[in-house]
């Protein structure tokens, strides 16, 4: 079963990912040149692949290719996030240490501490290991073709958004058919004998396809029996 990848949260926790690396106490804490430089380049490619999210969030329903792609990557910014937090965290430690000992033993700590973390070859391993899948996944993005979306384009995708018709071509849609028979059953066994209105709400983030499921369920045509009319509302 396809599991869409919101872009907007995603786009928010690379937003998230910006801060920490340029954050000053990391910076600061960091002072080995070869561990700036990895950072930087992650900076670099994290950028250049967050200009194509808008793209890739398009074509992922119709492109499992493009689906997977999106995946690994929400895998890999957890793990970038998680070695940030660990640079993060020392660095607070060392903050701590600093304000509590005697200036003695605070010169030792400070000397003592960025030599233990950077000379730790597990933590270096890490540190290229995800900078390897970093590049990994820019070089798919130029095989899958994503592009930067422009803002006239990114304003067009937002209004045919807001403003969906019923239509849906459902040879170009993946990974829904759990979902759709799952809500056929709720429409099919639906009791309108009292005479209620019953609503059957399609919950998620935005980007995730509900709009498109709507659809699927809309001109699908073994409900036509269960309802005497059928309306496409956009509100």
Do not use: C
Not at 122 to 140: C, E, F, H, P, Y
């Amino acid at each position: 079963m396809l599991s869409v990848v919101g872009e907007a949260a995603l786009t928010a926790f690379f937003d998230g990912l910006f801060g920490k690396l340029s954050s000053s106490d990391i910076l600061n804490f960091v002072t080995e040149k070869r561990v700036r430089k990895e950072l930087k380049k992650w900076e670099i490619t994290l950028r250049d692949i967050r200009a194509v999210l808008d793209d890739a969030e398009a074509k992922q329903m119709k492109n499992q290719y493009v689906n997977n792609w999106l995946a690994d990557l929400q895998g890999l910014a957890y793990d970038v996030d998680d070695i940030l937090d660990e640079f993060a965290t020392k660095a607070l430690g060392r903050k701590l240490t600093s304000l509590e000992e005697p200036q003695g033993i605070k010169n030792k700590v400070q000397n003592i501490i960025p030599t233990f973390m950077f000379d730790n070859k597990k933590m270096m391993s890490k540190i290229k290991k995800v900078g390897a899948r970093m590049n990994d996944l820019a070089t798919q993005r130029t095989q899958l073709e994503l592009r930067v979306v422009n803002e006239g384009a990114r304003s067009d995708r937002m209004k045919q958004r807001l403003q969906p018709t019923s239509l849906v071509d459902e040879t170009e849609v993946y990974g829904r058919q759990e979902e759709k028979k799952e809500l056929l059953k709720l429409l099919s066994s639906n009791d309108s004998s009292h005479n209620k209105a019953s609503v059957i709400p399609i919950i998620g983030m935005g980007g995730i396809g509900k709009t498109t499921l709507a659809q699927l369920l809309y001109n699908d045509t073994s409900i036509e029996n269960s309802f005497e009319y059928k309306a496409w509302l956009v509100k």
